[in-house]
């Protein structure tokens, strides 16, 4: 087995921003935006609208900020064996033996969606894509967020059919907690699902606030929100 550190070639700044929605680009004529988008859509659609649509901003959750420093320590700590390597130089090896890596960055433009794969196994026979999680639910917009990493690196390998493994993993354990194969039927789902959020970018429908009124006593949206269920 053998660490390597996919070096990303895209700077996305680098593509034409999108006149309504921060964070989200252009690319070959078509709205570009976020795979983690997926999970928090899946929390609150309304909370895109006001982060990304209006510009408001909030101080982190202590969760989030949780999050990103544990995502810093894993990162850092397979830096320590991983080497640098091309994404085709690590894929082809990955035909003869096991290629893990960490925050790959995966792009597709045909359905519009980027992001960073927090692990990926790419072995011989098939091709493992892991997404950590605080806790142990797979929630539906987890499960979306990992399928569509999934679809997005099937775009990037050509001809390559092995098999694809979309899974959830326990933040900083081994606890494999759900997991599928990627198939016919999950790539067919995930695409009706980045499809309707790709309907709202382009502004041909609103965005869809939450019912839950738990939702909104614990976001961190709630005193901008004007659509809020409390
Ligand atoms: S307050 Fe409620 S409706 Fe508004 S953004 Fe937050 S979760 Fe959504």
Request: charged share 30%; net charge negative; with cysteine.
């Amino acid at each position: 087995m053998a660490n390597k550190l996919i070096v990303n070639e895209y700077n996305i700044s680098d593509f034409e921003p999108h006149e309504n929605y921060k964070l989200v680009r252009i690319i070959d004529e078509k709205a570009n935006f976020p795979i983690s988008w997926l999970n928090t859509q899946g929390y609150c659609e309304y909370s895109l609208y006001l982060e990304y649509f209006q510009g408001v901003k909030t101080m982190p959750t202590k969760e989030m900020t949780i999050g990103t420093e544990e995502h810093a320590h894993l990162e850092a700590k397979f830096k320590e064996t991983a080497q640098e390597s091309s994404f085709e130089d690590a894929f082809e090896l990955s035909k003869e033996e096991e290629i893990v890596s960490r925050e790959m960055f995966v792009i597709d433009a045909e359905d519009g969606i980027r992001g960073f794969i927090d692990e990926i196994r790419m072995t011989p026979d098939r091709i493992v894509i892991i997404d950590d999680k605080p806790g142990t639910t797979a929630f539906p917009s987890t499960i979306n967020q990992v399928r569509a990493y999934c679809l997005a690196f099937k775009n990037m390998m050509g001809d390559d059919n092995r098999q694809i493994i979309a899974a959830l993993r326990q933040r900083g354990t081994d606890n494999i907690f759900w997991h599928e194969e990627f198939n016919e039927k999950n790539e067919e789902n995930i695409r009706y699902t980045i499809n309707f959020l790709h309907r709202l970018i382009d502004d041909k429908r609103d965005p869809i606030p939450t019912k839950n009124p738990n939702k909104c006593r614990k976001c961190r949206f709630q005193s901008y929100c004007e659509e809020k269920a409390i």
